[in-house]
Nanobody
Framework: QVQLAESGGGSVQAGGSLRLSCAASSNTRNWNFISWFRQAPGKEREGVATIFTRADSTYYADSVKGRFTISQDTAKNTVYLQMNNLKPEDTAMYYC????????????????WGQGTQVTISS
């Protein structure tokens, strides 16, 4: 059974950094896309960043471009989200998802989801 486990969330002040990890139970290159999403209370889920694992191509939401970086370590079966210059509006539960089956990376359907890790940014 495929599993994704997020970690690395926490509480930091605005301007700080966090690195989230998404540890997969199998080789990340088994899937096409692995993506990070976030959802704040009362808001819709937002696609934050994705990596096309077989080519290391990356894509970002406009809201995080220049601040967040997604990467993968295939030896560790892990995808990372480095988040710099964090803002209070980045506060949300962050989830990773793998294996896009239809739609765009930011709004499509994925086969696998993690349980999430909370990120809280104070001003």
């Amino acid at each position: 059974q495929v599993q994704l486990a997020e970690s690395g969330g926490g509480s930091v002040q605005a301007g700080g950094s966090l690195r989230l990890s998404c540890a997969a139970s199998s080789n990340t290159r088994n899937w096409n896309f692995i993506s990070w999403f976030r959802q704040a209370p009362g808001k819709e889920r937002e696609g934050v960043a994705t990596i096309f694992t077989r080519a290391d191509s990356t894509y970002y939401a406009d809201s995080v471009k220049g601040r967040f970086t997604i990467s993968q370590d295939t030896a560790k079966n892990t995808v990372y989200l480095q988040m710099n210059n964090l803002k209070p509006e980045d506060t949300a539960m962050y989830y990773c998802a793998a294996d896009l089956v239809r739609g765009t990376w930011a709004e499509g359907e994925y086969n696998y989801w993690g349980q999430g890790t909370q990120v809280t940014i104070s001003s």
